[in-house]
């Protein structure tokens, strides 16, 4: 329940545990679409969207690795244009339908590449939920960064903490970025889950 409202959003079951993406990591890597899946950290995502329901409305809003959709489903509810991506079809449909059934009709979706990316449009925000754990694929998320982000504009990035993300935000905080840290708790009192939240602002 978020933004006043419970969302309905379809996945491939209960929210993912630590030794859920221990597997999902281990045993489907070249199998499943990571997006079908509900992360802790889409959810994370969606709480501190709600929590800047003023400065998301009106904005152009881009989400990357949208999997299921709940941060941009949100972002859009609170009157943003929204353009959610991904590369894998399944996780598109599930995306798209997710939408629908809480009666979004605005956001654009796109089966996209990171890797061969060619919109050129600048949006206000770009959100990714723990989209940063394959290093290979770091240059290229950099360069989205770098050249789809308006003036003025943050990209907002949950994660729970790996150390592959961590070091890319180091390296990218080395090279002039500005990055804000805080933490939400998502998950069962029995099993939470630390969740970072980066802001990023390009150097001046």
């Known amino acids: 329940r978020q933004a006043g409202r ?24 070249d199998r499943l679409p990571y997006g079908v899946a509900l992360w802790p950290a889409a959810i994370a995502l969606a709480h501190e969207v709600t929590s800047r329901a003023e400065a998301f409305r009106g904005t152009h809003v881009l989400e990357l ?27 598109m449909s599930v995306c798209r339908r997710n939408g629908t059934r809480n009666g979004i009709q605005t956001i654009e979706y796109r089966l996209v590449d990171w890797v061969n990316w ?60 500005t990055i804000s840290f805080t933490k939400w708790s998502v998950g069962e009192e029995t099993e939470l889950r630390s969740i970072g939240l980066f802001e990023l602002t390009m150097p001046h």
Do not use: C, K
Request: no cysteine; charged share 20%.
């Open 65 to 91: 690795g949208a999997g299921t959709g709940l941060p941009g489903i949100v972002a859009a509810s609170l009157g943003a244009e929204v353009v959610q991506t991904d590369r894998h079809e399944l996780a």
């Open 118 to 177: 060619h919109d050129t449009a600048r949006y206000q925000w770009i959100l990714g939920s723990d989209i940063l754990y394959g290093e290979a694929l770091h240059p290229h998320l950099q360069r989205i960064f770098e050249s789809n982000l308006a003036p003025g504009g943050s990209v907002l990035l949950s994660d729970p903490l790996r150390d592959p993300s961590l070091r890319l935000l180091e390296a990218m905080e080395a090279n002039g970025w």
């Open 6 to 29: 419970e969302w309905r959003i379809l996945h491939t079951g209960a929210v993912l545990t630590y030794a859920d993406e221990s597997h999902f990591f281990r045993e489907l890597r």
